[in-house]
């Protein structure tokens, strides 16, 4: 006899496991002003795409690199300093 699974049963299967822990939240909270920075770069790199090269168009995709170096280094800071004795942050 053949055992029929549905959809739900699958996924209800692993149900505990499928909500992020306090420690992935935490992260993603962490990075998340880098997430928007990279998004930000993105979006003038595409913008600068639709038309011939400007200098506005090059000083934006300037400030939004500058803005993602930031926010790497930013969080990079943090999580270096979650990792000191102390954990500082």
């Given at each position: 006899?053949?055992?029929?699974?549905?959809?739900?049963?699958?996924?209800?299967?692993?149900?505990?496991?499928?909500?992020?822990?306090?420690?992935?939240?935490?992260?993603?909270?962490?990075?998340?002003?880098?997430?928007?920075?990279?998004?930000?770069?993105?979006?003038?790199?595409?913008?600068?795409?639709?038309?011939?090269a400007?200098?506005?168009?090059?000083?934006?995709?300037?400030?939004?690199?500058?803005?993602?170096?930031?926010?790497?280094?930013?969080?990079?800071?943090?999580t270096?300093?979650?990792?000191?004795?102390?954990?500082?942050?």
């Amino acid at each position: 006899m053949k055992h029929i699974v549905t959809v739900q049963d699958a996924v209800t299967a692993f149900a505990d496991w499928t909500e992020p822990t306090s420690a992935e939240l935490d992260a993603i909270e962490l990075e998340t002003p880098l997430i928007l920075a990279e998004v930000d770069l993105l979006d003038a790199q595409i913008k600068a795409m639709d038309r011939p090269a400007n200098e506005v168009d090059a000083r934006r995709i300037r400030r939004a690199r500058n803005r993602v170096l930031a926010a790497r280094r930013d969080v990079a800071n943090r999580t270096v300093g979650a990792m000191l004795p102390g954990g500082a942050a």
